[in-house]
């Protein structure tokens, strides 16, 4: 028995870990507590992503995952409605390969177009097309609709905020989550 804990359990694959309280760094395990709210933290992200996904393709005129459908709202908020591909991965939390597969997806579709960069012409950057701008206007009441029923309705207007400011805790100070927030500045990196 763990001092100071009532109960403890046999985890087969990693030994004994305590079932009461909190863990400590020290025991390095997760308390069956810690890791049901882990689990419970992963699965709903997971499904609450999917579903925000599938309703914006529930709809054929729309049909935008919700990576896409970020970019285009990052898009909007930016001076010029412009912005640089690595500032672009930086704000919806892409690999900036994946961000160049997801701008090649929306290119096709007239929704956004890369071109030089107005700073220095060396660099690329995706531009917001009216086009975007009109798929932005028509997908936006869909999303919505389908954060308040799945989220906002469920858990209610204090324990979102609540659960906004959990989450900021995980985050640097400087993570790009408020409406129209600069991209985070990432000390040592270079000039992209």
Not at 19 to 42: C, I, K, N, V
Not at 126 to 140: F, V
């Amino acid at each position: 028995m763990v001092p100071g804990k009532e109960e403890t359990v046999m985890d087969a694959t990693h030994g004994t870990i305590a079932d009461d309280g909190a863990s400590t760094p020290e025991e390095l395990w997760l308390t069956s507590a810690e890791q049901e709210a882990w689990r419970t933290f992963l699965y709903a992200t997971t499904l609450l992503t999917d579903r925000f996904t599938e309703a914006l393709q529930a709809d054929p005129e729309i049909d935008l995952t919700l990576g896409e459908y970020e970019i285009l709202v990052r898009l909007s908020e930016a001076e010029g409605r412009f912005l640089r591909m690595s500032e672009l991965a930086d704000k919806v939390v892409h690999s900036r390969s994946r961000l160049t597969h997801t701008i090649s997806r929306m290119e096709k579709r007239g929704l956004v177009e890369r071109v030089r960069s107005t700073d220095d012409g060396r660099g690329r950057q995706a531009q917001l097309t009216e086009a975007g701008i009109k798929m932005l206007e028509l997908a936006a009441p869909t999303h919505v609709r389908s954060v308040r029923e799945q989220l906002l309705d469920v858990i209610g207007h204090d324990d979102l905020l609540q659960l906004g400011r959990i989450l900021a805790k995980t985050l640097d100070e400087d993570a790009p989550v408020a409406v129209g927030c600069p991209a985070p500045h990432r000390p040592g990196s270079a000039p992209r």
